[in-house]
């Protein structure tokens, strides 16, 4: 059994090094996950775990590029290794350890195990091959455009919903909405007397420029709003004179 | 208790896809909610005031400070607010002593009268918004009390409370975790007629109020109440909440704090 000579060293010193970080970004990971409360934000988060799979990535090839040494080497006592401190024997047996530690068998075990899992689903046609993959994508966006254009995007109610029975559809809101495709049933009962138009308005809203509180709509469908020409119209009393009215009763405009 | 609150005016074209918004965002439908709201002031009570302190009784001049300042500070403007609906507008008043004589009264069916006998009450106090503080919300002390039935101005009277005005609150409260959404906007009693010095015994039909801004614009209102004011943590945490609320609608709606002196209850 020939000694070690500088490079067998480094290498094993360095894969000391690699160790050590990556025992490091764990131990900071878990504590990260442990002690801040809320939770860290999941850009730490993801930027943590890709510190760690680089370590895991440095370690690997480290020790598949030394895998000759590393297979090869013993560890073995000194005769001049201080073993008679019970603190250093602790440190002595975990080095002389030939099998794992119980606890590390089952994490690799159930590693193969995973791993092997994995493995099998592709091989024996659980997964998509590469050529089934391809299709999909070729066949999916057509496939969904044409089920789309299937659809009427208007109106307040889907398909089934309308052959379902439009009475029994939750909406958001109590008002009736009228259903234009068959004008026969549910138009008398509209309650409060609004006959709303349903179309949607599309809103843009910005902030007005210069100065006053509020904002500025911009209504896309411009006449669907209800009745009697509401139009876009901006407060005419400000905020703070409601308000003061509200808990004084100072008519706004004269205080 | 402690409230905090956050503000925004929404246009009249925009309340009713506020509305469906709210609904969506709570997953609640809008609870309508009508009330009346009768305003009042503290006065001094005549007699009760203007122990001058002079400069010369030094010792005598510092309790007859504390005294004048139990009696004349802390003066403001309270409401007694009373839930009432739709019906009861409009309504013919029940002729109040034959109420029991007429229970044959084939009128009755109709719609039942508003009594005015009958309304509840509840005492709102609210405190002049705190002022420095550093989060960008409105913080109040408040406080409310159930009131009895019927006729108010009489007690209130008696605690030195006079009548100043009254108008009807309209408007859909949603919840949201701890926040109280109230879109809201004020309604006016037609002028004239029954000019004020109480409050009214009947309410005019629904139809004739008219808003107090004329365009019909709503006011949004946001509010967290917490129990224990002094508890900073608690605070801190519903000012979050309520930024939270304030960035889901900020697309829709600039909630904003109120003007601090717009909610100055302090009766000068």
């Known amino acids: 059994m020939s000694s070690l000579n500088q490079d067998q060293i480094k290498t094993l010193e360095q894969s000391r090094q690699r160790l050590i970080q990556l025992t490091h970004s764990l131990a900071s990971l878990i504590t990260s996950l442990n002690q801040s409360d809320p939770l860290p934000s999941w850009t730490s988060l993801q930027s943590q775990a890709t510190i760690i799979s680089n370590n895991l990535l440095t370690i690997s090839d480290h020790l598949s590029d030394n895998r000759d040494l590393l297979a090869n080497v013993v560890a073995y006592p000194d005769a001049s290794y201080p073993s008679r401190v019970p603190t250093n024997n602790v440190a002595l047996e975990q080095v002389l350890r030939t099998k794992l530690d119980p ?22 046609g659980q997964g998509l091959s590469e050529q089934a993959l391809s299709d999909l994508w070729h066949w999916a966006p057509v496939e969904a455009n044409q089920e789309a254009r299937r659809r009427n995007w208007g109106g307040n109610f889907t398909l089934e919903e309308r052959e379902m029975g439009i009475e029994k559809v939750v909406t958001g809101l109590t008002r009736v909405l009228d259903d234009d495709d068959d004008d026969d049933e549910d138009q008398s009962d509209s ?11 599309i809103v843009g809203v910005r902030r007005r420029s210069g100065a006053g509180a509020g904002l500025e709509f911009d209504i896309a469908a411009a006449n669907n709003t209800p009745g009697a020409g509401t139009k876009v119209v901006a407060p ?13 009763g100072a008519v706004p405009g004269q205080r | 208790m402690h409230e905090l609150l956050l503000f925004a005016s929404v246009p009249a074209h925009q309340h009713h896809e506020l509305l469906q918004q709210l609904a969506g965002l ?34 005598q001049g510092l309790e007859l400070q504390r005294l004048n300042k139990m009696l004349n500070g802390g003066m403001f403007y309270t409401q007694v607010v009373g839930p009432v609906a739709e019906t009861d507008f409009g309504a013919k008043p029940s002729s109040s002593g ?9 009128e009755d069916q109709s719609s039942p009268p508003y ?8 005492l709102e106090f609210r405190d002049i918004p705190e002022a420095g503080t550093r989060s960008a919300v409105t913080a109040r002390l408040m406080a409310s009390a159930t009131l009895p039935k019927g006729d108010i101005t009489s007690p209130m009277n008696a605690w030195g409370y006079s009548f100043i005005t009254e108008y009807v609150v309209e408007g859909d409260v949603f919840v949201l975790n701890d926040i109280v959404i109230f879109l809201h906007r004020v309604l006016l009693y037609p002028t004239g007629a029954q000019e004020s010095h109480g409050p009214r015994r009947q309410l005019p039909a629904y139809r004739e109020l008219s808003p107090l801004e004329r365009t019909g614009s709503y006011v949004l209102q946001a ?3 917490v129990q224990d004011g002094g508890n900073q943590e608690m ?5 979050q909440h309520l930024f939270g609320l304030r960035e889901q609608l900020k697309s829709a709606v600039r909630l904003e704090q109120a003007d601090r002196l717009s909610l100055d209850t302090r009766a000068k």
């Open chain 1, 103 to 124: 606890r590390v068998e089952d994490w690799v075990a159930r590693g193969r195990r995973a791993g092997s899992s994995d493995s099998a689903a592709l091989g024996h």
């Open chain 1, 191 to 201: 309650e409060e007397g609004e006959g709303e138009a349903d179309e949607m308005e």
């Open chain 1, 236 to 248: 005419v009393v400000p905020l703070e004179e409601i308000l003061r009215f509200m808990t004084t």
């Open chain 2, 26 to 59: 709570t997953a609640m439908q809008p609870r309508h909610r009508l009330e009346r709201r009768l305003i009042f002031k503290a006065y001094r009570k005549p007699g009760l005031m203007n122990t001058r302190v002079g400069a010369s009784q030094d010792l």
């Open chain 2, 98 to 106: 034959d109420a029991h004589v007429s229970i044959s009264g084939l």
């Open chain 2, 115 to 122: 009594s005015y006998e009958d309304q509840p009450w509840k």
């Open chain 2, 223 to 225: 509010a967290i109440t």
């Open chain 2, 235 to 239: 605070m801190r945490t519903a000012s």
